[in-house]
Each structure stands twice: as C-alpha cells, then as structure tokens.
C-alpha cells in the first residue's frame, strides 16, 4: 500500500488543494492520500484561523465523492501544536508495517523544513514528495529547483546528490526526497480570506458546499 501525508492549515480548502492531492496521487500511484489540518499550527498566528471543527468540516465537503483522498483528525485530537513528525508516527503506528509512506508539501514549506520540530529525524523516518507550480514564488518551476538543491545543500545535507532516472534526491542516511511538476490552479487561501471580507464571490475557487458553510458560518468576515 502507497500512502500521501499532505497536511496544512487548509484555512480554508481551495481547489488548487484538491487539485496538486489528486495530481501527486496519480504521479505517485499512492493508493490514498490523507488531508490532515493542523490544530494549532506552530508557525500561523492563531487568531487568523479557522476553527478545527470549520476546517475539518469544510475538507469533509471538499472531498466528499472525490476517490482516494481521506481526512484525518490525527492532529485535531492532540493537544498543543501540531508536530509533523508526531504525525509520521501516528501514521506508522497505526497502517499496515509494509505501507510505504510519503509526506507532501508545497516548494515552499519545504524550504523552511529547518525550522522545524526534529527535521532531520523526520528526514530519516519518511519519503517527502515536493511539489512546484508555475505562478509561485519563484519565477519559474526550473528556479524553484534550482533553489532546493542549494537548500538541500546549505541547510540540510551535502549528501544529498540528485537522481534523474528517479527524479529525486537520494542519501544514504535519509529518505528521498522526490520533485514533482504540478499544474496546480493559482489559489491561495489567503486570496479567499480577503475576498470573503470583501463579500465578493468565491466559488471559482472552492467547491460549492464549502463556499455555502463559509458563508453560512460567516467565516473570514
């Protein structure tokens, strides 16, 4: 079994979530990818959340019909911040021992990997899927590339040396981290927050039902 780990905020959902978690499942022919929200994120000022309860039920409507993708609570039910390595052992812990595991994340995320809580322990315990789009920070997909490999390099191990027939970066100490080319919509959750403020339309950019709680719920005013 072939398993994703793509967690975030999702503050809220948006189809560009949907749509890079159903492009990386076909890629990596994972069997199901797991939506997991953070709880308290440790790097997000509180205040500008969603509570656990909206979120999770806004991912619930996102991917309700949608096969292969499944939410997951994990770390709305642990108190304080949410770890991802607790996460990765959570996962380990409680799927079949010859499940192979991936963890999947934004180009950027991934170049504040560092700054997280065991980095180089998470490293070692999970293949990372990461994935570029056109239209991101970075000028184009190539210089997002360009970027992680002197990340990779400066921050995290000079051991890591790129391979082309895998399209990833290999180590002899730590898991691989592959790269993914997405075609991912140009949303971000941000861009929805301020438009619901502005009490304009935001359903080109969330699914129906979420866009109906949103306003039903008077998220984001």
Request: aromatic content about 8%.
């Amino acid at each position: 079994m072939r398993i994703g780990l793509f967690g975030g905020t999702f503050n809220p959902v948006h189809r560009g979530h949907l749509r890079a978690a159903s492009e990386v499942k076909k890629v990596f022919t994972l069997d199901h990818v797991f939506i997991i929200p953070a709880a308290l994120p440790p790097h997000k000022t509180p205040v500008t959340v969603a509570s656990a309860d909206d979120r999770l039920a806004m991912i619930k409507l996102a991917i309700c019909g949608i096969s292969g993708l499944t939410v997951s609570d994990v770390e709305l039910n642990r108190s304080g911040p949410s770890y991802t390595i607790d996460t990765v052992y959570h996962f380990k812990g409680t799927q079949p021992d010859d499940a192979q595991m991936y963890l999947i994340m934004g180009l950027d995320a991934f170049l504040e990997i560092d700054t997280w809580k065991s980095y180089l322990e998470l490293l070692e315990q999970i293949s990372i899927i990461v994935m570029a789009r056109p239209n991101g920070r970075h000028q184009s997909v190539q210089q997002g590339w360009e970027i992680l490999a002197d990340y990779l390099k400066s921050n995290i191990s000079a051991d890591y040396r790129f391979s082309s027939s895998q399209n990833s970066y290999i180590s002899e100490s730590m898991q691989p981290i592959h790269i993914c080319d997405i075609k991912a919509l140009d949303i971000s959750s941000t861009k929805i927050r301020q438009t619901v403020k502005q009490q304009k339309t935001i359903e080109n950019w969330v699914p129906a039902r979420v866009a109906e709680y949103i306003n039903h719920k008077g998220l984001y005013l």
